[in-house]
């Protein structure tokens, strides 16, 4: 096992690629906090992995809100020990174009995706610093390197969270800190539910001919699994990627991004 003894956080766990990150995280030894703004969703998936022998527990909250984040986080490490990684992957998604993005839909893709990953960022390094060690995740996406039209919003925070975690990965890389970014191409999870049509009408294409589409501009030719990105996560929180900080990882089947 890779993780073997690890507590981890992981935000937006209540389905897609959060509860992947979980499953796989468990796999390897880690206990996990599945947390999601969703009690019920979070629950379901700390049940799941109880009832297969993991260690797991649910807990909710809003990943912006700071002072719900940190009460969360006191009692986390209360019933599964002290934190050692901290996966910021809660997020939100809404195609608009550019001219028709009102002000709240902006506000909620910054709030949620780039304040939520602030947030957590500061929780767990608070927890970290002390300890001399520590790991964190946070989820950008191919978003975060390619603007696209329809996107804006959403590319801004992706970019911003690259932003941050170069920035935390230098200022705390002396604390004995890793963190790191993933960047998954497009993964059919519920985030998608609401976008297949507005994601059709921008290309002109039927709802059922997106995923065909998506799939013949991947070198790989398949879209991205929640499971792609739950093994990259396992690798970066391992001793086996002990030299690997500050980095923004493509997880996108050959589609180059710088
Ligand atoms: N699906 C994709 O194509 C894709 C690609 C690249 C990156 N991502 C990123 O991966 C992450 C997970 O996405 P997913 O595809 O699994 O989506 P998802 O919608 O299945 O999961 C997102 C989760 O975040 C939770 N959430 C939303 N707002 C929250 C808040 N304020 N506080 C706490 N939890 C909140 C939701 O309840 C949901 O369970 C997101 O950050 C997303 O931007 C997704």
Sequence with gaps: MKLKNKTAVVTGAGGGIGAEICRAFVAEGVSVAVTDVRLDAAQKVADEITQSNGRAAAWTFDVADSSAVEAAAE??????GPIDIWVNNAGVS??????????????????????????????????????????????????????NSHYAAYCASKFGII???????VEFAGEGIRANALCPGVVFTPLWDDMIEDYARKRNLKPEEVRPYMEGKIPLGRLCTPQDVAKAAVFLASDDASYITGQAINISGGSIME
């Design 75 to 80: 009692k986390i490490e209360s019933q599964l």
């Design 94 to 147: 809404y195609i608009t174009p550019f001219l028709d993005c009102t002000e709240d839909l902006w506000d909620l893709t910054q709030r949620v995706n780039l304040k939520g990953t602030f947030v957590g960022c500061q929780v767990a390094l608070r927890r970290m610093v002390p300890r001399k060690t520590g790991l964190i995740l946070n989820m950008s996406s191919q978003s975060g390197k390619q603007g």
């Design 163 to 169: 932003g941050l975690t170069q920035s935390i990965a």
